[in-house]
């Protein structure tokens, strides 16, 4: 056994990296060689450990199985131009994890510690992190309730883990979304602000009837009228109207992304007018058909931005211009990609080179 500055390291004897094809992963299911865990039990964290990534035993009574208790976050590491590796704007990331671990009766985790797991095991892993153009380390930091119990009470033990997986160009081409006005992800005073494992649970069906229906993903509304837009599948979601980059406000049904406050903070810094405020279907709809709607698209950690090329209303769908011919998008997604890649000046502060 050896140590790393803060946490016992089991390093793999064998590395797999060899046998993967870095450059070109299929999203989401190759893992890299360890994965950070630490266990949460009489009131407090264990010291925490990096090992071989891999399976676990688990009681069939885990809480998590039952009642839910499950929580995570999704981040990424990016090759930097001299061949280093920086992580972005991980403390958000950790906030957020903390207010989700709140919302759901859950241990929080100390900031600085959980830094310091994450860039621990991106250090451990630092050869996982792709070169390629597009690609990245995406890292799954998620807790859950282990204890066996059956009983609805919060659990008393808990288990958190950061695995990591390369990942290449998530690109998903152009969607067509549909205005969601039954099914609801979010309800005021529910979890939608926080990234629990149950809220993906409950989008499974309204998404696979919306394929049926011959789309991509579902524009969420709010839960009390469906009247006004929310999200975008599991992405924030971005507006260009009359000019002006629009994005639903957050509240507690709206998880507050990385990317869109990175995406409207760029877009502030390049002299776009920003607003965050209520955005009406009704409003959305005479937009597009008049042409004051000019892009739409999604914002998040996996895929970045994807342009939203036709929007089903409940009447009709009305197709956007060609995405193709779009100004605002493909600009603030290279300055963002630049940030994250270490290509020029950091004025925001985000990279954490590690
Ligand atoms: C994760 C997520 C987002 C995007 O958040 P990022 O921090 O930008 O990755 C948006 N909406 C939902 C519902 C999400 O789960």
Known sequence: MMTTTLFDFHPVTTSRLGSVDLENPAFGSVFSDHQFRMDFA???????????????????AAMALHYGQAIFEGMKAFRQPDGGVALFRPADNIARFNKSAERLCMPTIDEGRFLSALT?????????VPHGEGSSLYIRPF????????????????????????????????????????????????????????????????TALAREQGFDQILWTDAVEHKYIEESGTMNVMFVLDGKLVSPSLGDTVLSG??????LKIAASQGMEIEERKVPVAELKAAAESGALTEAFGVGTAATMTAIEAIGFPAETVPLGDPNGWEVMPKLAKTLDDLRRGKGEDPFGWRVVI
């Open 120 to 128: 621990e095991l991106v250090k451990a892993d630092r050869g996982w």
């Open 42 to 60: 009489d009131g407090q964290w264990s010291g925490g450990v990096i090992e071989p990534y891999g399976d676990m035993s688990l009681s069939p």
């Open 143 to 206: 807790m859950f309730a282990s204890e066996a119990h059956v009983g609805v009470r919060p659990s008393e033990s808990y288990r958190f883990i950061i695995f990591t997986c390369p990942v290449g160009t998530y690109y998903k081409g152009n969607v067509k979304v549909k205005v969601e006005t039954f099914f609801t992800r979010a309800a005021p005073g529910g979890t939608g602000y926080a990234k629990a494992a149950g809220n993906y649970a409950a989008s499974l069906k309204p």
């Open 258 to 263: 990385v990317t869109r406050d990175s995406v």
